[in-house]
Structures are given as structure tokens and as C-alpha cells.
Antibody
Framework: QIQLVQSGPELKKPGESVKISCKASGYTFTDYAMHWVKQAPGKGLKWMGWINTYTGKPTYADDFKGRFVFSLEASASTANLQISNLKNEDTATYFC??????????WGQGVMVTVSS | DIQMTQSPASLSASLEEIVTITCQASQDIGNWLAWYQQKPGKSPQLLIYGATSLADGVPSRFSGSRSGTQYSLKISRLQVEDIGIYYCLQAYSAPYTFGAGTKLELK
């Protein structure tokens, strides 16, 4: 069965970096794009962007340009999200989601990232 | 960017009641509209894709419809397990945008 399994919760200080992973199984990883979605505590869903899992090309929403990097370990069917120079407002749950046709069909369980001094 | 205006923000309904949630797109998005249900501490679950198609395993009491740029999610007979927050998502063009969400509670 199709699964996206994300890494565990993270507690970081402002200015630090974090890298979270999303391991896919049950399908051919490079056949489907991977998207990233942010959900701040008690708030709605915000689309961060996506990565072409065949070419490795990332596309970022405007609010996520600069400190956010999408990457792949295609041989391990894994997509990664790295956030540098963490700020308090980066405290959120981050979801990966596969783009099936024609929408985001399978989601990871989410990773809670807490930024606190 | 395409704006998705979702209403109502919250909704209190009784068991077996009919519930309708709507999303208004700021421009034509065709049928590139999906609905999700999210429960506390969980990831969103796909209910409807392509505006009207039921995702695998989703009960038939859920249905989606479209009238121009207005999209609706209908729950025909509300059940306890339907409580949660519902979001629409337009996947017509980047940046993809979600509605603000509808919190559905039991009356």
C-alpha cells in the first residue's frame, strides 16, 4: 500500500537549521511529484511548493523562497525539506503530500517543528 | 494567485442532518478542486477530487458539486465520525491554495 512516512518531531533554537524527511513506499517514487504543506498551530493549511521527483527541480511559493530547500534522495525514495535560520514563526507541522492525478492524494503523518529559545 | 473563499468558517449540525460547505474560486479553475477532512493531530484525508469524484474508501454520503466557480461539499446524513475540519484545495495553478477551513461540530 502507498505510504509516506515522515521523520520525528524536532525542537530547535532560533537561527538553527532542521531537515525533515518523507520516505515513500508502495509506488514508483519518480512517477509522482511531492508537495510540502505547512500548518501552524491552530491554523489552516498553506502550500509551500513542490519538487519534481524525476528531475529534482523544486518550485517554491513566494513565502517560502530563501530559507527553505526541497531535495531528494531518489535512490531511497525520500524527499527532504530543510529550513535554515529558523524563526519562531516556523513553528508548525510540515506535511509532505504526493501529487496524484489530479490532486494531493496521499499525505505523510506530519512533522512538528518547534522553534524556541 | 487564485483565492479560495470557504464558508462557513464553522458549522454546528445534528446527527443525520444534511451539511453543505462551499468554496468560491476567484477565477476559473475547471474541475481542479479537491476536498479534505482533517481530524485533530492527523493529516488531511482526501474526500473528493476533480470537484465531483469520490476518493477510494470514502462513504457515499459525501458528494461534491460545481456551479461555475462555486464548489460544494455535501454530507447527506451527518455521522459522529464526520466531525473535523474540512478544507478545499485548488490545484489548477501554482501557487496551490487552500480554503481557510470549516470546523464542523455536533449540535
Amino acid at each position: 500500500q502507498i505510504q509516506l512516512v515522515q521523520s520525528g518531531p524536532e525542537l530547535k533554537k532560533p537561527g538553527e537549521s532542521v531537515k525533515i524527511s518523507c520516505k515513500a513506499s508502495g509506488y514508483t517514487f519518480t512517477d509522482y511529484a511531492m508537495h510540502w504543506v505547512k500548518q501552524a498551530p491552530g491554523k489552516g493549511l498553506k502550500w509551500m511548493g513542490w519538487i519534481n521527483t524525476y528531475t529534482g527541480k523544486p518550485t517554491y511559493a513566494d513565502d517560502f523562497k530563501g530559507r527553505f530547500v526541497f531535495s531528494l534522495e531518489a535512490s531511497a525514495s525520500t524527499a527532504n525539506l530543510q529550513i535554515s535560520n529558523l524563526k519562531n514563526e516556523d513553528t508548525a507541522t510540515y506535511f509532505c503530500a504526493r501529487e496524484g492525478i489530479p490532486t494531493l492524494d496521499y499525505w505523510g503523518q506530519g512533522v512538528m517543528v518547534t522553534v524556541s529559545s | 494567485d487564485i483565492q479560495m473563499t470557504q464558508s462557513p468558517a464553522s458549522l454546528s449540525a445534528s446527527l443525520e442532518e444534511i451539511v453543505t460547505i462551499t468554496c468560491q474560486a476567484s477565477q476559473d479553475i475547471g474541475n481542479w478542486l479537491a476536498w479534505y477532512q482533517q481530524k485533530p493531530g492527523k493529516s488531511p484525508q482526501l474526500l473528493i477530487y476533480g470537484a465531483t469524484s469520490l476518493a477510494d474508501g470514502v462513504p457515499s454520503r459525501f458528494s461534491g458539486s460545481r456551479s461555475g466557480t462555486q464548489y460544494s461539499l455535501k454530507i447527506s446524513r451527518l455521522q459522529v465520525e464526520d466531525i473535523g475540519i474540512y478544507y478545499c484545495l485548488q490545484a489548477y495553478s501554482a501557487p496551490y491554495t487552500f480554503g481557510a477551513g470549516t470546523k464542523l461540530e455536533l449540535k
